[in-house]
């Protein structure tokens, strides 16, 4: 065996290296990863360094949406075995605080999340991982949809945190991977009408592919008169805000019918933005937020083995291990046309 990471060695600089392969202790697995998708949040830190306080310091492995196969395991393991596909959560979390304890684990402060500083990601062959935040894929669920649990979670998530439930209308503002996993999450959930939002045609036209209602380019369309005209005036049951931006998310009171809720999920560059709380009171809205997710890496895993939900339609690219420099340079320099590219490991 050996093993190599990917780092990143400044800004937009990566670099392969042979690292030792690491020795799981007695509660943790040796996993050989198969895939890892291209998050986001990782081509911001590999194109700025930062996001927030989370500040990039020296060396830095990216990566945090991953699977592969269990090749070692430690003594007190007791729920996989050598040979095991797994898709690994990215957050592992003290355990011990309120959070934890109430089971919102992932409102953790002490958490420790792949890929996020001063943590290192699983862009490598080999990484040892908490066999309880290692879950186990059936026969059928290849590590490459494995690779996609982790941003389907945060749409299962948002979906729950919205109450999504069987006839619901839904508007969905972005198309990127999250607003898109939150409409495939909508409709396992029994959403009847799911109208995406988008600036981008490719992203709307596969939006469409993957079950979309009726779409809306707010570019050449006021989001707030077509939302009315397809609702008949009376607005959505619950408004996801996915797309991040100012504009957006001072949409989302307008949108919704009478008692109805917004999920913000999207991160403005902006903390502090001009709302109209008179629609919120006036309607008796609910403002709900999503941080990543809890409990639902199985639930995932389920309804992609099941087929109540396809994630491979996602995919649009896939690089070699090797290439993964020109990985992140092809997603920052081809944004609108890559909705998820993964590496193979
Ligand atoms: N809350 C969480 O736990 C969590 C988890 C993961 C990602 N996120 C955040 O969710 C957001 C979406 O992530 P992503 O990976 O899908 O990003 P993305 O950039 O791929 O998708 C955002 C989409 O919004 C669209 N958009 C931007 N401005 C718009 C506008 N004015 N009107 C309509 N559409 C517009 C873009 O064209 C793009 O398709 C990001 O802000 C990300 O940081 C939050
Ligand atoms: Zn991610
Ligand atoms: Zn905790």
């Given at each position: ?41 990782d081509v911001h830190y590999y194109e700025h360094g930062k ?139 029994g959403a009847i009408e799911v109208i995406v939002v988008d ?7 596969f939006a469409k592919k993957l079950g979309a209602s009726f ?131």
């Amino acid at each position: 065996m050996h093993n190599r990471a990917a780092y990143m060695t400044s800004l937009k600089e990566m670099e392969i290296r042979e690292i030792k392969v690491p020795t799981p202790t007695e509660d943790q697995v040796l996993i050989k990863l198969d895939y890892v998708g291209i998050c986001g949040s990782d081509v911001h830190y590999y194109e700025h360094g930062k996001i927030g306080s989370f500040i990039v310091n020296g060396d830095f492995i990216l990566g945090h949406e991953c699977a592969g196969t269990v090749v070692e395991v430690g003594h007190s393991v007791k729920n996989l075995k050598v040979g095991d596909k797994v898709a690994l959560e990215p957050g592992s979390t003290c355990g011990q605080c309120e959070y934890c304890k109430g089971g919102k684990y992932n409102l953790c402060p002490d958490v420790e999340f792949l890929a996020t500083p001063p943590y290192d990601g699983c862009l490598m062959n080999y990484i040892v991982y908490p066999g309880n935040m290692a879950f186990k894929l059936p026969d059928h669920v290849s590590t490459k949809e494995g690779a996609l649990v982790e941003p389907l979670a945060v749409g299962l998530h948002a979906a729950t945190q919205g109450g999504v439930k069987l006839g619901d209308t839904v508007v969905v503002l972005g198309a990127g991977c999250i607003g898109l996993m939150t409409l495939l999450a909508c409709k396992a959930f029994g959403a009847i009408e799911v109208i995406v939002v988008d600036v981008i045609e490719k992203r709307l036209e596969f939006a469409k592919k993957l079950g979309a209602s009726f779409v809306i380019n707010a570019k050449h369309e006021d989001i707030r008169s077509r939302v009315e005209e397809l609702t008949g005036g009376r607005g959505v049951d619950i408004v996801f805000e996915t797309a991040g931006s100012e504009f957006t998310i001072q949409q989302t009171p307008y949108l919704i019918r009478r008692g109805g809720s917004i999920v913000l999920v999207g991160f403005a560059p902006k903390d502090i933005i001009e709302y109209d709380f008179m629609q919120i009171l006036m309607k008796e809205a609910e403002i709900k937020s999503v941080f990543r997710y809890r409990n639902l890496y199985p639930a995932a895993i389920g309804a992609i083995a099941d087929g109540k939900i396809d994630v491979k339609g996602m995919i649009t690219h896939e690089f070699n291990f090797e290439d993964s420099k020109k990985a992140f340079d092809f997603v920052i320099e081809n944004k609108n046309d890559v909705v998820k590219a993964l590496i193979k490991i």
